[in-house]
């Protein structure tokens, strides 16, 4: 083949898919490498799925340079995964965006791009660390820049750049000494050498590279980076447990404070994006403040995913274990429900399993002191296994079920029969009904005790749910439409029915809300706006001042709303 002298429309393009499928060949290599600055091992997969996402928008745009490089952006903001995924895509949204104005595209504009990269790679971190991916682009674009300045040609300057980065690659545990007690380099710094193989590999036809990775730390290498983490008495990175990530609607004046909110509560901040819409990335041991941050400042968060870093740690040991034979506590895993390693739950004389549809209830209920949560709801109903394997993980003999939904109980009720400890089922039939549970929920207390003692607490709720008709039907409120707000009511059915979701929540309240009640607990929905929120809490306090409220994130779909009334 040819040598290329410009990087043009179709070579971005081409480098971009060759990168995609490098990636996805080397992405259980580089999950192993990972043990720093998180205990985040899927830095393959989530470039692999970042990549993914990119790739996606370009066999949907036309092959003119704008519309590719707009294509490369967009699809790399909104498809960015994991920490590693969100840095990536700013590279490429920096490379992409000083070759869409580009009249020419040879080895000077190109080396523009990696350094623009870089620097966009930078801004978008909050604490930049060095020893990391940053490092390895910024010794990669400052050799490009030289040598294109000096005259290289295309392919000479990405040569120039790979062997810069891959000595960056290589120096990166001098740099951070987890890294060197692992025996491993930084894992999102090799996924980025992909990136530059690939060009190589389109503009003058290298070939790509076949994975090399080891199997990663061993066992006694990573009990001396655990050793190395629990030495240092502050809080550092490896101790935050949960990954969070969103896509964010945020005024552009607004994006400091929220960043600076977030900087109070986590680290590995990654916020990329522009005009409004932000890909945004945090670890945090308070998922709740980190989805509140956005919208005390106006913000409105979707799409959220939310990590537990230590399962991912736990399962990534356990397998490691397994290879050499080292018995392990066993992950419960199964379906799209959270897993829990026993040997890492504390040990308690009555432990709770909770069903739940949204992570911001998982991590309500984690916080209530809920052990084991399995993902579940109105459309997805938990298997019977499911439950099972959630039992007997447990670090306790005796537990409590919350089910938390009708069509859950009886398939909850055959647990006990199934296992030998000692499981009793509060046939509570929403969330509200369980965080009430939960408050009188007692760890030393028998399963009896807590059996009583919450479902006295969970009936002295009264509930309602809210959601949109999919069919036209007829109730007891009235006809209904498919696209009608509707209330639900525990044992009544549908209650209210409005064209608007202020109406209905208005109209649901005014039923569930009596002189004797005191306190409303507002759950709000992955469809939920902090705006309609703002303003039912509003309505709530000029029509029944003697309510109080408490809101609290769900993150449940389907359901904008559920509302609890004590």
């Not at 990549?51 to 996606?56: M, T």
């Not at 956005?294 to 356990?318: C, M, Q, W, Y």
């Not at 069919?471 to 007891?476: L, Q, W």
């Not at 109209?507 to 705006?531: H, M, V, W």
């Amino acid at each position: 083949m040819a040598v290329l002298e410009e990087f043009g429309a179709n070579a971005l393009r081409h480098t971009v898919i060759t990168f995609r499928d490098t990636m996805k060949r080397h992405a259980d290599g580089i999950n192993r490498l990972n043990v720093y600055p998180v205990p985040d091992g899927d830095t393959g997969t989530n470039m692999s799925r970042t990549l993914d996402a990119v790739v996606a928008e370009l066999d949907g745009a036309s092959v003119e340079l704008d519309t590719t490089c707009e294509a490369i952006s967009h699809g790399s903001l909104m498809g960015a995964r994991g920490n590693s995924g969100v840095i990536l895509s700013q590279i490429l949204r920096g490379l992409s965006s000083t070759l869409k104005t580009a009249k020419s595209s040879g080895a000077l504009r190109v080396a523009e791009a990696l350094k623009a990269a870089s620097v966009a790679a930078y801004e978008a971190v909050l604490k930049p660390i060095e020893g990391t991916i940053l490092t390895v682009v910024r010794e990669t674009a400052d050799a490009a820049q030289r040598a294109a300045n000096d005259g290289a040609t295309l392919a000479a300057m990405l040569r120039v750049a790979r062997a810069a980065g891959q000595k960056a690659l290589d120096n990166t545990p001098e740099l951070l000494p987890v890294l060197k007690d692992a025996g491993v380099v930084d894992a999102g710094g090799a996924g980025f050498m992909l990136l530059l193989d690939s060009a190589l590999h389109v503009v003058d036809g290298e070939p790509l590279p076949e994975p090399i990775y080891d199997d990663g730390p061993s066992a006694e290498q990573l009990e001396k980076v655990a050793l190395r983490q629990a030495s240092d008495g502050s809080v550092d990175v490896s101790e935050l447990r949960y990954e969070v990530m969103f896509l964010l609607d945020l005024d552009d004046t607004k994006l400091k404070k929220f960043k600076n909110a977030w900087g109070e509560i986590g680290d590995s901040i990654v916020v990329v994006g522009g005009d409004g819409i932000y890909n945004c990335h945090i670890h945090t041991n308070d998922i709740g403040a980190a989805v509140e941050a956005p919208l005390n400042v106006g913000g409105r968060p979707s799409k959220i995913r939310i990590t537990d870093l230590f399962e991912e740690v736990a399962e990534e040991h356990a397998k490691r274990e397994a290879t050499i034979g080292i018995p392990s506590g066993g992950v419960a895993g199964a379906g799209e429900r959270h897993n829990f390693m026993q040997s890492a739950l504390p040990p308690v004389t009555c432990a709770v399993v909770a069903v739940a549809s949204g992570d911001g209830l998982a991590e309500l209920f984690g916080q209530m002191g809920v052990h084991g949560v399995v993902t579940g709801g109105q459309t997805m109903n938990p298997s019977t296994q499911e439950l099972l394997d959630a039992v007997e993980h447990m670090n306790a003999t005796q537990v409590v079920i919350l089910p938390n939904n009708k069509n859950i109980i009886a398939v909850a009720n055959k647990i006990d029969e199934l296992t030998k400890k000692d499981v009793r089922v509060v046939p509570t039939c929403s969330m509200p009904e369980a965080l009430a549970a939960l408050v009188a929920y007692d760890p030393e207390a028998s399963a009896e005790h807590n059996g009583s003692q919450m479902l006295r607490a969970a009936s002295s709720v009264a509930t309602g749910e809210v959601t949109q008709a999919i069919r036209d039907t007829n109730s007891d409120a009235g006809p209904v439409k498919a696209g009608d707000f509707i209330g639900l009511v525990r044992g009544d059915g549908v209650v209210a029915v409005a064209k608007t979701l202020d109406a209905v929540c208005h109209d649901l309240l005014a039923k569930l809300i009596t002189p004797q009640r005191e306190l409303l607990t507002i759950i709000t929905g992955s469809d939920a706006t902090s705006q309609a929120t703002d303003a039912l809490v509003a309505h709530v306090g000029q029509v029944h001042p003697h309510i109080s409220c408490e809101v609290h994130f769900g993150g449940q779909p389907l359901y904008p709303y559920l509302f609890g009334v004590e």
